[in-house]
Nanobody, 125 residues
Framework: QVQLVESGGGLVQAGGSLRLSCAAS????????MGWFRQAPGKEREFVAA????????FYADSVKGRFAISRDNAKNTVYLQMNSLKPEDTAVYYCAASPYSGSSYLEAPKYAYWGQGTQVTVSS
């Protein structure tokens, strides 16, 4: 049974930091690229960041470059999203996801096979 379980969300003031974690089980973690997406109320789900299977390559949305960092630990089947200098516009439900594809496909939600249930991040001004 495939599971992706996010944790680490919460309420933080603008300029603060949070670290999200996503624990994976039920599939071969190292064979999947891992990504983070977010969805704010009334908006479509959008790509945030992704890390390749080996962890050697990372992709970021322009809106989070320089502030967020995605990492993965294949030994622990876990992917992380370190979020610094948070802004109110970062408020959303954050989802982790697993993709069997590679390259630019990381940016596309339909290319992800498995999804977590999401964790709420709220940034107050």
């Amino acid at each position: 049974q495939v599971q992706l379980v996010e944790s680490g969300g919460g309420l933080v003031q603008a300029g603060g930091s949070l670290r999200l974690s996503c624990a994976a089980s039920g599939f071969t973690f190292s064979s999947y690229a891992m990504g983070w997406f977010r969805q704010a109320p009334g908006k479509e789900r959008e790509f945030v960041a992704a890390r390749s299977r080996s962890g050697g390559t990372a992709f970021y949305a322009d809106s989070v470059k320089g502030r967020f960092a995605i990492s993965r630990d294949n030994a622990k089947n876990t992917v992380y999203l370190q979020m610094n200098s948070l802004k109110p516009e970062d408020t959303a439900v954050y989802y982790c996801a697993a993709s069997p594809y590679s390259g630019s496909s990381y940016l596309e939600a339909p290319k992800y096979a498995y999804w977590g249930q999401g964790t709420q991040v709220t940034v107050s001004s």
